[in-house]
């Protein structure tokens, strides 16, 4: 054999091994290193299952606590309910004051070239007329469809059937549109009217029925007057809703009260009176209790150049806002702030609201349940 040949052999087969050897190697770090993550995802599943575990003993411990509050506002509710309902009913009585119920025919038309039939009142009184019409549609079989169309002046008051996609045309918005049945014929239609008459919407009737009475009784019981003290704001003296702090941003301030356990913020009227008192002539709307208004910080100093300190009722807010509480995250951010700007370019904006305190209030109104 030559010696190169020999030589050729020799590096071939060294090279080789060292080849071997580096793979051996690499395989070896691969491995250590998927072991080195399923360890690590181990523990990380371990303390994920033992957040889960003391998540669901929080809430566990919450569901105890609240479960007799929730039986205390069902309790409350239908009482609640009645009188709501009753200055609903006054309300609509107003609203369509003057009214009478109306119903033309000719507003129901078939489609195209398609019959027509018109079968009769089905359901008339004061404030309601429902009538029943024959009408051909596009089906294979059953080519005719009964439908009821109807009126009503309690319709705010009712949550009463209204099918879209009937095969007629309605000129009008009609609280009732109704698909009854579909059949072959119209003589099958009429048969099936007649036979059913007393029974068609019955269980819309008996609804119905339901709600003229109550809504009778109580136009003829009541009046909106004898409700006024639940349509205004409570007037309240200064004494007993005390300004506590006034927040000043950058296009507005706005003043909280004290009053009932609840912080209320200063606003217009919108929605529920009952929401609202007013004091000193102005009006604030209930807000949320102390312990639930927070501090929140979110910015952007890594890619961007804003920071920003703001307060509202939000569960993920990082303490409550109280004067010493907003003081200490005031004066952190500012400091942190001002170490990143000595090494920036751009400046971070940073304008946190002012809050001027005004009266004090005890520290166990913040009183937070512990789990």
């Known amino acids: 054999m030559l010696p190169e040949i020999e030589a050729y052999i020799s590096k071939r087969d060294r090279r080789t091994f060292l080849i071997a050897e580096k793979e051996s190697i690499e395989d070896a770090a691969t491995r250590q290193e998927l072991d080195g993550e399923r360890r690590a995802a181990k523990e990380i599943e371990v303390i994920r299952e033992r957040e889960r575990e003391e998540g669901h003993r929080i809430r566990e411990k919450a569901n105890v606590l609240t479960a007799s509050l929730e039986q205390g506002i069902k309790k409350l509710e239908p009482g609640i309910q009645d009188i709501d309902q009753k200055i609903e009913y006054l309300k609509h009585q107003e609203k369509i004051e003057g009214e009478k119920i109306q119903f033309d025919d000719e507003s129901v038309k078939a489609y195209r070239d ?49 099918d879209y996609g009937l095969p007629v045309h309605i000129d009008t918005y009609k609280a009732i549109q109704k698909a009854l049945t579909h059949l072959p014929t119209l003589e099958e ?19 119905y029925k339901g709600v003229k009475e109550r809504y009778l009784y109580t136009i003829n019981n009541y009046t909106l007057e004898d409700f006024k003290p639940l349509l205004e704001p409570r007037k309240v003296a200064d004494q007993d809703a005390p300004l506590v702090f006034r927040i000043t941003r950058y296009d507005s301030t706005q003043e909280y009260r004290l009053y009932q356990g609840f912080y209320y913020a200063e606003k217009e009227v919108e929605g529920d009176p009952f929401d609202y008192i007013e004091v000193d002539n102005m009006l604030y709307i209930r807000h949320c209790r102390p312990e639930q208004l927070r501090i929140m910080e979110t910015g952007n100093t890594l890619f961007g ?14 303490s409550v806002f109280t004067r010493e509480n ?36 005890p520290d166990e109104i913040f009183s937070t349940p512990k789990f």
């Not at 007329?129 to 169309?149: G, H, M, Q, S, Y």
């Not at 150049?305 to 990082?318: E, L, P």
């Open 114 to 162: 398609k019959k027509l039939v018109k079968l009769g009142i089905l359901y008339e009184d004061e404030f309601t007329i429902i009538k029943l019409f024959a009408v051909e549609n596009d089906r294979p079989k059953n080519r005719w469809t009964l439908i009821a169309v109807g009126n009503t002046l309690l319709r705010d008051l009712l949550d009463l059937t209204h």
């Open 189 to 207: 239609i009429q048969v099936y009217a007649e036979k059913r008459w007393k029974t068609l919407m019955h269980a819309e009737g008996v609804m």
């Open 305 to 318: 150049n804003w920071w920003s300190i703001s307060i509202r009722k939000d569960s993920r807010g990082h």
């Open 326 to 361: 907003w003081e200490k995250e005031i004066a952190e951010a500012t400091t942190r702030i001002d170490e990143l700007n000595s090494e920036r370019a751009t400046p971070i904006a940073f304008n946190p609201p002012e809050v001027v305190w005004i009266t004090p209030i």
